[in-house]
């Protein structure tokens, strides 16, 4: 069983840049499809972006498209996400999340089998 492990959440002014980080625990991590979610309070948790197992498709929610990009390392068992021109609505907990089924790059909750602790981004105004 993978444990995910995020971190580089912080407090950021609008328009600037944060770096999230997930390490897993697994040498199998290059089998996973890997994702991030996010919940803002009283929200539902939501998808923000998802990679596929070598990293060369990627999908993503379209408010964070050309801002957000998801990347991985196979070799250090870590997939990223690098937000840019950050937003007050990008406020939330940030999740990654791991998924061992075969397909296109699912966006629902019940497609990923393990999950992260989360790590706060807080984006002021």
């Known amino acids: 069983q993978v444990q995910l492990v995020e971190s580089g959440g912080g407090l950021v002014q609008a328009g600037g840049s944060l770096s999230l980080s997930c390490a897993a625990s697994e040498r199998t991590f290059n089998t996973y499809i890997m994702a991030w979610f996010r919940q803002a309070p009283r929200k539902e948790r939501e998808f923000v972006a998802a990679?596929?197992?070598?990293?060369?498709?990627?999908r993503y929610i379209d408010s964070v498209k050309g801002r957000f990009t998801i990347s991985r390392d196979n070799a250090k068992n870590t997939v990223y996400l690098q937000m840019n021109s950050l937003k007050p609505e990008d406020t939330a907990v940030y999740y990654c999340?791991?998924?061992?089924?075969?397909?296109?790059?699912?966006?629902?909750?019940?497609?990923?089998?393990?999950w992260g602790q989360g790590t706060q981004v807080t984006v002021s105004s």
């Open positions: 990679i596929s197992r070598n990293g060369g498709s990627t």
């Open positions: 999340a791991a998924s061992t089924l075969r397909l296109t790059l699912p966006t629902g909750e019940r497609s990923y089998s393990y």
